[in-house]
Structure formats: C-alpha cells, structure tokens
C-alpha cells in the first residue's frame, strides 16, 4: 500500500516554546517523542501528509475536508503570532476522496467551509514536522459527529485514494486523551479518565484497532477525550494489513493525557478487516435480540422497517396481546444505532385508540420526523436498537426528592411549555441533571417558577 506509516500524536498549544514559555518543560517527554515522529516522517519523505484534527471543522454528520489550493495559520490566540504556516493542499488528493465518498453517498466532501485558517490540532504536528522536512503538500479533514463505524470507514476511502493515485502518503492521527486526569487539570478529575489512557494506549501499543469499536460514546464522553475519533478514521486506513506500533510516550502531568505511538503497515491480512467484522458481529447480536424480543418491540421495528422502505404506515396486525389492542397510554419510541442516539419521539399521554396505534404512530416519527436527526435509510436498519416505553399517569409531585431517576420519568411545567425525560437513561446519573434535561428539552428556565410531575414507564427493549 502506499500509506507509509501513520502517527498518533497529541496537539498542546503550550509544547511550542513561544506558547509554553518554559512551561513546557513539564512534558519534556512527550516533546522528545514528537521530535522522533518528526525525524522518521522526514526520512519517509511523504508526498502528502493527512492530518485528522478535532480542531478543525466539526459537523454533526459531514467529515469537512479543507478545499482550497493552501491555507495558513498561526498561534496568535495563543500570543505567538511569530509562529507561522503557510501549507498548500494536495488537491488531487482531496479530490479522489471526495469523488469515493460521492460514489457510495458518503457524508465526506469540502462543503461548509467556515474558516479556512488552520487550526492548532495541525499547526503543533506541523510545527515539529517542519523543523525536519518541508517537503510534501498536506490535507487536513475534520472529525464529525457520526459514529465510530463512519469513521473507520472514511478511513478506508481515504486508504483507498492514496492507493488509486500511487501516493507517498503519512497520516497524523492528531488528537490529545482524556482531558480529566487530575483534580488540578483544566477540567477536573473523572475516575473515566486515567481508564481512557490506560486502556487507548493499551490498544494502539498492540495495533488492537477492533477494540476501539468497544469504547461507548457514554464512556468517551465521561472521560472527555479529545482523539479517538481521530484514531478510528487512522485504524481504518490500515484495513486488512498487519500493523507494527510502536509507543513512544504517555504523559498525564497536565491533567490532560499526551500519547505518541508509530504504526507501519505490514503485509496484507485478511483477519484485520475489522469493520467487517464488527459489523457482522453487530448485526447477529441485534437479530438474536430482536428474535427475543416481544410484541412491542416487534412492532417498532416492523413499522420502522415498512415506513423506511416503502414510505407507508403498517396496519396493526391481528395477533398482538390483548393489552395493545385494548389499552391506551402514551409510549416513546427510542432508536439507537452503534450505541448512539439516532431518534426519539413519544407522546406524555395517549393520543390513539390504543398502545398499538400509538406506537406505530411514534415509530414513524422517531425514524423520520425528530428534528434533531436526519431521516433513517434503509442501509442503517441492521444496525438498529430499538425499545419502547409505555408511560403510566403522571403524578404531581412537590419537589426533586420525590423524584428517583432509575425509577421515575420526569414532567417539568412552565407557562405551557412542557419538557419530559425518561427515566434510567444511560449518562443521566442525577435527579438535578434530569431535571436540567427536560427543561432545556422544553425551553423552560429553570430560574423561574416551574411545575414537576413524574411518570413510572414499563420498558420493552
């Protein structure tokens, strides 16, 4: 292949001397281990270098990828505006990505350019890369907000254009790690934290890249990583090869964690072709539980199914228990696709003539009409997760200690507006970080007098 070696390297501002000030000294270190990435870069040569940043241009669902023929930056909103680049763009590079992203309808081009200067997740590679090598032209792409399959796979496309124009390629995997490591750090101590650390350098010192799947959004969030999606789109890009790493450093002394690592692609192998594999492995795991699962649940996902693909509403089927034919209650359909949220919607009481109708008319919402998401498509149908909830009376309550957040949902009231969360929902930990949810759901400020009200649900999943 023509990728040559990726780097996993970390971008402190404060590394630079003109930024740090002598403050870096603390990381001495992790300086050393970049100056050694710089040296081996230099002596591959590259023709181009990829950089992955989570500074650059972010979308929810879209890898921006800079356009342009060049583009320059500095560290002047770090006071060292002396510190300077000036880089040009390999244009025919971005190009070959952007036409693979197009031909398979994925959401990776050079739209949405909103500042074309470059950001410090690149300048601090650059700034060691060009202490020792001026040669090669650069591409800088954006992380996104999509899940960590997407990712991978842009790997591949990325893979797959270096290959098609015979490019001497590097990729940098440009991230920091866990950004709670330490009460003094800038964000505080999270006991995710030093795990993060401990288990992301564990994985990429073994080129373990089907473990980076097994990192949950819940758990990445909690330890307030800044890379791994930068990783993944790295991993991706060695697919199917064997990977020699090497770990060159780990530092926590900021309380924000510096990892370094060197991979080199091997020969071909057919047992690294990791998404694959997950995905296989996903969808089996989906199919026995949706084979498990009972009538609820069926129905959600037959609607879903039906409405994604032919655009149209299923009848209620004639062989469901007597309870959803009989019954009226509000339900919410929660779908979620790689451990990610991926639409909710529910009504607070019934709005059918039972829970059957009120769950297909809530399925469909939920995979077409929740504001906060685009609309399903039918490649995504194996890779759901869905549950349904059946919401029981909403009492009035007094105040938050009457609340219990695995056992009751909660209602927040204000002039009209109405918010609701569930309860038990993974990440929400507190009665007051319920509380803060729904209102802000509903748009209600919670400096003002406002109402609660709480639910108990019975959860079909």
């Not at 202490?131 to 999509?146: C, E, F, W």
């Not at 101590?189 to 799947?213: H, N, T, W």
């Not at 594999?277 to 969808?283: A, G, N, P």
């Not at 609701?420 to 929400?428: A, I, K, T």
Request: glycine share 8%.
């Amino acid at each position: 292949m023509s990728l040559l070696a990726a780097f996993m390297v970390p971008h402190p501002p404060l590394i630079v001397p003109d930024v740090g000030q002598g403050e870096e000294a603390q990381i001495q270190e992790t300086t050393d281990a970049y100056e050694e990435v710089a040296r081996q870069i230099a002596h591959l040569q590259p023709d181009t270098i990829i950089i992955t940043s989570p500074h650059s241009i972010m979308y929810s669902d879209y890898f921006h990828i800079s356009p342009g023929n060049k583009a320059s930056g500095s560290f002047a909103r770090f006071n060292a505006p002396q510190v300077r680049f000036n880089e040009e763009y390999d244009t025919q590079l971005v190009k070959r990505i952007c036409e693979l992203a197009d031909e398979e309808d994925f959401p990776a081009g050079t739209l949405g350019q909103r500042d074309a200067s470059l950001d410090h997740g690149t300048m601090v590679p650059l700034y060691f890369i060009r202490k020792h090598y001026q040669g090669g032209k650069i591409v800088r792409i954006g992380l996104s907000g999509l899940d960590l399959m997407k990712h991978y796979h842009l790997g591949q496309l990325i893979a797959q254009a270096i290959d098609d124009l015979d490019r001497n390629a590097v990729i940098i995997a440009s991230g920091d790690l866990s950004h709670k490591l330490q009460t003094y750090g800038p964000y505080g101590f999270s006991p995710q934290g030093p795990e993060y650390d401990k288990r992301i350098m564990d994985v990429c010192g073994r080129s373990a890249f089907d473990e980076l799947f097994s990192f949950t959004e819940d758990f990445c969030e909690k330890a307030a990583e800044c890379g791994h999606r930068s990783f993944v789109i790295m991993a991706g890009a060695f697919d199917g090869f064997s990977v020699e790493a090497n770990v060159l450093s780990h530092q926590d002394v900021t309380g924000v964690g510096y990892g370094i690592c060197t991979f080199y692609p091997q020969e071909k192998d057919g047992n690294r072709h990791f998404l694959k594999r997950y995905e296989d492995s996903l969808t089996n795991e989906l199919r026995n539980r949706y084979d498990q699962a009972d009538a609820y649940v069926k129905l959600a996902r037959q609607t879903i199914e039906t409405y994604v693909i032919s655009g149209k509403r299923p009848e209620v089927p004639d062989d469901l228990p007597e309870e959803m034919l009989m019954r009226k209650a509000g339900t919410f359909v929660s779908i979620h696709e790689n451990d990610r949220l991926r639409g909710c919607i529910g009504t607070i009481m019934a709005t059918k003539k039972n829970i059957a109708q009120e769950i297909i008319s809530n399925a469909i919402s939920a995979c077409s009409r929740d504001p906060r998401f685009h609309p399903i498509q039918a490649e995504e149908l194996p890779f759901l997760d869905i549950s349904v909830d059946v919401l029981g009376d909403a009492q009035d309550i007094g105040s938050m200690e009457e609340l219990d957040v695995k056992r009751y949902g909660v209602i927040v009231s204000q002039k009209g507006r109405v918010g609701l969360l569930l309860p038990d929902l993974e990440g929400v930990d507190t009665v007051e970080e319920q509380i803060r949810i729904a209102a802000q759901k509903g748009g209600i400020d919670l400096d003002e007098d406002y109402q609660l009200q709480r639910f108990e649900v019975i959860r079909h999943a």
